[in-house]
């Protein structure tokens, strides 16, 4: 019997059934056979003889069409993706209106666009919006939502909704999160805001940073400074714990911890009996705050050397679940001010992520390949509501494969990326551990350094699965 593909004589790498070398075929979307090497045959074969197989790489972390719009975004940075090992996005989206309204437009640019698949958490606004959760799942198959605590007390002005983002607000929105038939996820951005804001010298959400009578200091510190991680480590809990008292904290996921703080507590809440999800970014485990600059600007920043440490032991001892990048596509002369203050947040770092995992991590002797692979994708597919379509190796899920060399080190430009921005916030480093191919639902994608997917082959991940 000949399948459409064979991945051939590679090392699967699965957390649930450890690592063993064998033959994987897929038919159509979907895994069709897992048997002994040089076993089975395909009308295309992928000879991943001395490499590793694992699921392909989830990052459920990126804003998408936050600069560029989305058919922009959905076309470059999945294409990106796919040079990493990424074959899965969580979009976060965030938009004033009814989304119930809104919404198809966005699904038909991305639907369009992307080179493989994805799916939507929108980011609730108002008390509207909470009224509107069981219509966006039922009616547009999305079952995961963001609770940003930065925009408490901006909301009205920053977006024109009659909501201040209090605590009420948070209230309703878990309450009626829990309330629904079908699991949920609610990602959680961390940040106590009567902190942060006094520190800045005022609302740094609403005043130009210009304006803010906090330091003047126009370093990369500053930003440290006035989003310090006890801040961060506070929210994290105060949310967990109404998660927690709505009987919800399965399905409260914390966002960038980039304090080894916060990581510290969600430990000492687990073994309180929390049984929440957390997750860092790469830019905290592989970047310090001395490294920074105005191309690192982003929100939590990046920390210390002792943070970074106590990071990649959480990460390791499972208490950080889950990896994401905060992936944004900007271009040099958008991102760049005059100083830290007038510099845009956020960076691309998506098809960085499984490399830096590889390299930063597994090669580095701080985590296995199989800690790996659960944090970059099968954890991920479990706490968004994507298991077992997602997230693994086995007969039945989708084709999502990422063929690995951990002996290739490749020097990370913005060229090699092939993403939509001029720049990489790793530019010029050394990373060993990179795809060779990536495949998305049956299809190579990508191989041996070119795109050879088609664009608008992905599609939105419909939940529940």
């Known amino acids: 019997m000949s399948h459409d593909l064979v991945v051939r004589n590679g090392t699967v790498v699965t957390p649930e059934h450890g690592t063993f070398r064998a033959d994987v075929a897929a038919d159509g979307d979907r895994i069709s056979a897992i048997a002994a090497p040089n076993t089975l045959s395909g009308d295309d074969e992928v000879d991943a003889t001395g490499k590793y197989v694992l699921p392909g790489a989830i990052d459920p972390h990126t804003h998408h069409s936050i600069y560029r719009g989305m058919e922009a975004d959905a076309e470059s940075e999945s294409r990106s993706d796919l040079v990493g090992g990424v074959t899965t996005i969580g979009n976060y989206f965030r938009r004033a209106g009814a989304y119930l309204e809104i919404m198809d437009d966005y699904f038909a640019e991305a639907e369009a666009n992307y080179y493989h698949d994805y799916f939507f958490s929108l980011g609730l606004l108002s008390f509207e919006h909470v009224e509107e959760i069981p219509d966006i799942v039922s009616e547009l198959g999305i079952t995961s939502f963001k609770w940003y605590m930065n925009y408490k007390d901006s909301a009205r002005q920053k977006f024109g909704v009659d909501c201040d983002m209090h605590d009420d607000f948070g209230d309703a929105f878990i309450r009626t999160l829990a309330e629904q038939e079908v699991p949920t996820t609610l990602g959680y951005h961390s940040e106590n805001v009567e902190i942060t804001n006094a520190l800045a010298g005022g609302n740094v959400y609403l005043t130009s940073e210009e304006e803010s009578s906090g330091p003047t200091d126009e370093g990369y ?7 310090p ?10 949310g967990a714990s109404l998660a927690k008292l709505h009987g919800y904290d399965d399905s409260f996921y914390a966002v960038h911890i980039s304090s080894g703080k916060t990581a510290d507590e969600l430990a000492a809440l687990r073994a309180a009996g929390y049984r929440h999800w957390g997750e860092t970014c790469t830019h905290y485990l592989c970047l310090t705050t ?11 920043p990046v920390r210390s050397q002792a943070d ?11 208490t950080i679940s889950c990896i994401g990048t905060d992936h944004c596509a900007n271009r040099t002369e958008d991102k760049l001010g005059e100083g830290i203050r007038d510099s845009q947040l956020g960076f691309p770092s998506s098809a960085t992520m499984l490399p830096l995992l590889l390299s930063e991590g597994v090669n580095a002797g701080r985590i296995t390949l ?5 944090v970059t ?25 990422v063929v690995v060399d951990l002996d290739e080190t490749k020097t990370v430009t913005a060229d090699l990326l092939q993403g939509g921005a001029d720049y990489s916030i790793y530019e010029g480093r050394a990373v060993t551990g990179w795809p060779t191919h990536t495949v998305v639902r049956g299809r190579v994608a990508f191989a041996e350094g070119e795109i050879v997917g088609e664009k608008g082959f992905g599609t939105h991940i419909d939940r529940p699965i």
């Not at 510190?221 to 989003?227: L, P």
């Not at 954890?379 to 494969?401: E, H, M």
């Open 370 to 374: 199989e800690r790996a692979v659960e």
């Open 229 to 238: 991680g006890y801040a961060e480590t506070q929210s994290m809990v105060a």
């Open 377 to 401: 994708s099968t954890n991920t597919a479990k706490a968004w509501n994507l298991y077992p379509k997602k997230g693994t190796i086995r007969v039945g899920s989708d084709a999502d494969l």
């Open 308 to 318: 970074q440490d106590t990071l990649w032991k959480r990460v390791a001892d499972g």
């Open 221 to 227: 510190e500053v930003m440290v400074e006035e989003f």
């Open 290 to 300: 001395d490294e920074c600059d105005e191309r690192m600007k982003v929100n939590p």
